[in-house]
C-alpha cells in the first residue's frame, strides 16, 4: 500500500470495547474512513471524518484523529459477534481525490 | 444491499487468457472506480472513470484497461492474465470525481482465480 498501515488481528471479549489503529504518512490527507469487510463480501462505509477534525462519533462508533501523530482509531463501544469483521483505514488525499488509498486491514475477532 | 452489482461473482482463467468483468452503478451515479484486492491485502486502485473518460489510473500495467458506458456501466478488461492477477475486484460507483469515500458505494466483488 502506500503507506497506511494498521495492525493484522485484533480479539476481544463480547460486550467489551475494541479499538483498531491506524497510522499514515501524508500529510495532505483530506478525508479519513472506516470501512468494514464480512466475509465474502464488498466493502461498507462505516464512517468518515474531515481532516480538520479530531473526533466523530456515530452511535457505537467513535473516530479520533491525531493529525500531528498522523493517527486515526476507530473505537467500537459494546462489541457484538456481528462486529466480527476485517475493518480497513483508507484516506484519500488532496492532489488524488478520485481515489481511496487503504491500509491492509485489521480482523476483529469477537468472542463470546 | 447497495445498488451496485458485479459480475460474474466468480470465475476461474488460464494463465494468458484475458478476462472481462462488469459493473453496474447505482441509479444516478456517473463515476466507476476498480479495485484489486490481493488476499490478505487492502484494496488497491486500479482506475477511474467519469462520464466516460478514464479520470485517473493506479500503478497497474496497460493489460488492464476498462471502458465506462453511456449509461455509466462500466467494464475491467485484463489481458494476458498472470497468477498475480488472482484477487477480488471490487467496482465503487460515486457521484463525482472528488471525495470519493464519503458517497462512494462498493460492490460485492468478482472473484478471479487464474491457474
Known amino acids: 500500500g502506500e503507506d497506511v498501515e494498521q495492525s493484522l488481528f485484533l480479539s476481544v471479549r463480547e460486550g467489551d470495547s475494541s479499538v483498531i489503529n491506524c497510522t499514515y504518512t501524508d500529510s495532505s490527507s483530506t478525508y479519513l474512513y472506516w470501512y468494514k469487510q464480512e466475509p465474502g463480501a464488498g466493502l461498507q462505509l462505516l464512517t468518515y471524518?474531515?481532516?480538520?477534525?479530531d473526533m466523530k462519533q456515530d452511535q457505537r462508533l467513535t473516530v479520533l484523529l491525531n493529525k500531528k501523530d498522523k493517527h486515526l482509531s476507530l473505537r467500537i463501544a459494546d462489541t457484538q459477534t456481528g462486529d466480527s469483521a476485517i475493518y480497513f483505514c483508507?484516506?484519500?488525499?488532496?492532489?488524488?481525490?478520485?481515489?481511496?488509498?487503504f491500509g491492509s486491514g485489521t480482523r476483529l475477532l469477537v468472542r463470546p | 444491499e447497495t445498488g451496485v452489482t458485479q459480475s460474474p461473482t466468480h470465475l476461474i482463467k488460464t494463465r494468458g487468457q484475458q478476462v472481462t468483468l462488469r459493473c453496474s452503478s447505482q441509479?444516478?451515479?456517473?463515476?466507476v472506480s476498480w479495485y484489486q484486492q490481493a488476499l490478505g491485502q487492502g484494496p488497491q486502485f486500479i482506475f477511474q472513470?467519469?462520464?466516460?473518460?478514464?479520470?485517473g489510473r493506479g500503478n497497474f500495467p496497460p493489460r488492464f484497461s476498462g471502458l465506462q458506458f453511456p449509461n455509466y456501466s462500466s467494464e475491467l478488461n485484463v489481458n494476458a492474465l498472470e497468477l498475480d492477477d488472482s484477487a477480488l475486484y471490487l467496482c465503487a460507483s460515486s457521484l463525482g470525481q472528488g471525495a470519493i469515500g464519503t458517497e462512494a458505494f462498493f460492490g460485492q466483488g468478482t472473484r478471479l482465480t487464474v491457474v
Open positions: 471524518i474531515f481532516s480538520n477534525m
Open positions: 472513470y467519469y462520464r466516460e473518460e478514464e479520470n
Open positions: 441509479s444516478g451515479h456517473n463515476t
Open positions: 483508507a484516506e484519500t488525499r488532496m492532489d488524488s481525490s478520485y481515489k481511496l488509498i
